[in-house]
């Protein structure tokens, strides 16, 4: 009931035995490899066994039922250990742990840690929330605070506002897990959930990427939330579900599994779990819930992109190479307009902000304050360094160049005809286009500006797809409900890499994939609108109707028809006292209302061609063609784009090379 038995940690996992109705439950005998376990089992109200199997043996562990006259029942555990790794391969090296650091709800910190893998002992504190809406330590003792506060859940139940907090390790990250729970009841246990608890787990995902490399983390996403707690929903999360401390989603989904198994062995199985987070959290809610199903039920998915390998790289490291062409190569050729017409974008200044979000993929940027200068990569002094970029922390999917040593790289920008559709608006001209695609060139080794233009490994361009670091959205993430929101920031003064274009990737791949993005609703505001207490209670609405709904039909019937009234596609007018929008979200500039409150600028890419699903690593190649261009084209200017491009250009209306679908979810990379 934890989790899948191939996948089980820490040693234990919430077993349930359903006991036939002609068999007395007290025959039934239950033995973990030959040890009798039965005493851990109690009766549910349904007639089933239930309880937690401890001591479980690293590896492979025989469950076997047995009564007289009746059949057995088996299952095998594979169990692996608290610290991981369980599917997502070997554990990064460097680690620094950052125990000492992380702040516990009460303020104290965790101390030291206790070994190598940054573990600590598991520790419980009682929060509550007073009646001036804070929320305190609970004071030890019998006698309850004056100003305790009362709460009613979303099922009803009138309850003293105190949360459970538990703080512990598990796979080298700090997780925290948070519900209502009075100690004067004993302790929480699986098989009876406690009254303040509404069955609803909401996971919380924290958003950043740089600086998200070989480190512990000195923060969860956060639990104590009281839009979730005081309605008596649970709340769980761990430090490797911060991107900031994090930037792999293979590592994330592993964590976020381990934490959800943990927090099922000691409250129970929730009913469904939401998934919630913004920028960084999106990469997470998007790619955990496509290619591990069963984690994530439903997802709020804030400034989104679809993933954080190419949704977001390919655009910032095109955006880094505009930028080193437009100051250092050809600086002063190009007016700020004409720059920003060849990115895409809606404002010039993004150019710079993304250009320096690119840094992502140097393995020198970004690198944590935590970690030692001394265990850095450096190409000459400390060549075998701690390389600091997505590809080196992706290394268990990508492997490794044997030739270099450094891992494979699933980014290319061959082919791609810069500024195109910039040229054919006439916002530039035809040397300027040629001078551009024949400086702009591309990364080398170390992602620096190199002048020829960046060759993905084709190896790590198969992995790509096959192993969904390239959200591919027809695997789980089908029949997850997703609620798609986005403070709009396009527009903002310093520029900003959250674009609304991400958020119609997404629901492209999901048309791609499905035929239909019928489970994504996708809503945008200035700052106000929507409300996150709003959007849990829709999604719980949402998936409380699917469980509900004994009708026939595909998951996505259920989906569609269980979609509370009101929850649809829209807009906030971007006034003091918004007004609601509802009209179908689509990308475009002017062409809707919301469109035209809200343009949907593009990328470079989607300048150059590409539509914006933005999914192809590596573009089909044909001739250039005269007919690319509709401005006139002199000979000598034809014969230059000839030679720029002698390879070709991309053929964005085909697949890209090595396109194909995900070989399978639940994939593992090795565990120990």
């Known amino acids: 009931m934890s989790s899948r038995p191939d996948v089980v940690s820490g040693g234990d996992a919430l077993i349930r035995v359903d006991v036939p109705g002609s068999v007395p439950a007290d025959k039934v005998g239950i033995r973990v490899d030959g040890r009798d376990v039965t005493d851990s089992f109690e009766r549910t109200a349904g007639g089933s066994l239930m309880g937690v199997v401890r001591d479980l043996d690293e590896g492979r562990n025989r469950l076997i039922a047995t009564a007289r006259g009746a059949a057995s029942g088996r299952l095998t555990l594979v169990n692996h250990p608290v610290s991981g790794p369980v599917f997502a391969g070997p554990h990064e090296q460097p680690y620094v742990c950052d125990t000492e650091e992380f702040k516990t709800v009460t303020g104290a910190t965790l101390g030291r840690p206790l070994d190598e893998d940054c573990s600590v002992r598991t520790r419980i504190d009682y929060m509550y929330r007073t009646t001036a809406g804070e929320f305190a330590a609970l004071p030890d003792g019998d006698e309850r605070p004056a100003d305790l506060a009362t709460t009613t859940t979303s099922a009803g139940e009138d309850v003293p506002y105190i949360v459970r907090v538990e703080t512990g390790t598990i796979n080298r990250a700090v997780y925290e897990t948070a519900v209502l729970h ?21 996971y919380g995902f924290g958003g950043g990427c740089a600086g998200g490399w070989y480190i512990q983390g000195r923060s969860t996403d956060g639990v104590l939330k009281d839009d979730y707690l005081g309605k008596g929903y649970a709340v769980a999360s761990s430090s490797l579900n911060v991107f900031g401390n994090n930037c792999n989603d293979l590592l994330a989904a592993e964590t976020m599994a381990m934490v959800k198994e943990r927090f099922v062995e000691s409250y129970g199985g929730p009913d469904f779990t939401i998934g919630v987070g913004c920028s960084g959290g999106s990469y997470q809610n998007h790619q955990i819930a496509d290619n591990y199903p069963g984690l994530l039920d439903g997802i709020i998915s804030g400034c989104s992109f679809p993933d954080v390998g190419f949704g977001t790289v390919q655009t910032i490291s095109d955006a880094r190479l505009l930028d080193h062409y437009f100051e250092e ?9 004409q720059q920003r017409a060849v990115s895409g974008f809606g ?66 920008n061959t082919g791609i005809q810069y500024g195109l559709q910039a040229l054919n608006d006439k916002a530039i001209d035809v040397d300027q286009f040629i001078d551009l695609n024949r400086r702009i060139g591309g990364f080398d080794d170390d992602a620096k500006p190199a002048a020829d233009r960046t060759v ?12 969904g670091r390239m959200l591919n959205g027809g695997a789980g993430l089908a029949e997850v409900p997703i609620i ?10 310093a520029g900003d890499i959250h674009m609304r274009f991400h958020s119609f990737s997404t629901r492209a791949r999901l ?6 993005h019928a489970n994504q609703v996708m809503i945008t505001r200035d700052g106000k609108g929507f409300t996150t207490a709003g959007m849990i209670a829709d999604m719980d609405s949402w998936l409380t109707g699917i469980k509900g709904d004994p009708g026939k039909g595909a998951p996505i019937d259920k989906i569609v028809r269980n979609k509370p009234a009101g929850l649809d596609d829209a807009c906030w007018t971007r006034e003091e006292e918004p007004k609601k929008i509802t009209e179908p979200q689509v990308a475009g500039i002017g062409t809707t209302e919301c469109n035209t409150l809200y343009p949907v600028w593009t990328s470079p890419r989607m300048v150059a061609g590409a539509d914006v699903a933005n999914d192809i690593v590596v573009c089909q190649k044909r001739p250039v063609r005269r007919s690319d261009y509709e401005v006139p084209v002199t000979g000598s200017q034809f014969t230059s784009l000839k030679k720029i491009f002698r390879g070709g250009v991309c053929d964005w209306s085909r697949r890209g090379v090595g396109q194909q679908g995900l070989a399978g979810t639940w994939q593992s990379f090795g565990s120990r």
Do not use: M
């Not at 009075?182 to 909401?202: H, Q, Y």
């Not at 190569?329 to 307009?337: D, L, Q, S, Y």
């Not at 060549?383 to 970029?389: H, K, L, S, T």
């Not at 798609?484 to 003064?493: I, K, P």
């Open 182 to 202: 009075d100690p004067e009841s004993g302790d929480p246990a699986p098989v009876t959930r406690g009254p303040g608890w509404n069955g609803r787990l909401v």
């Open 329 to 337: 190569t050809a600086p002063g050729t190009f007016t700020k307009e």
């Open 347 to 412: 404002k010039w200044e993004s150019i710079a902000n993304l250009g320096d979000g690119g840094g992502r993929i140097d393995p020198t940027v970004f690198c944590p304050e935590q970690l030692p200068a001394g265990l850095r990569y450096h190409p000459e002094s400390n060549p075998d360094g701690a390389r600091c970029d997505v590809y080196s922390h992706t290394v268990n999917a990508y492997g490794k160049d044997p030739r270099t040593g450094k891992a494979r790289r699933p980014l290319d």
């Open 456 to 467: 993905a490994d084709p190896k790590a361009v198969r992995a790509a797809y096959r192993t």
């Open 484 to 493: 798609d929101y986005r403070d709009y920031t396009d527009d903002a003064a």
């Open 511 to 516: 048309d791609k994939a499905n035929g239909t």
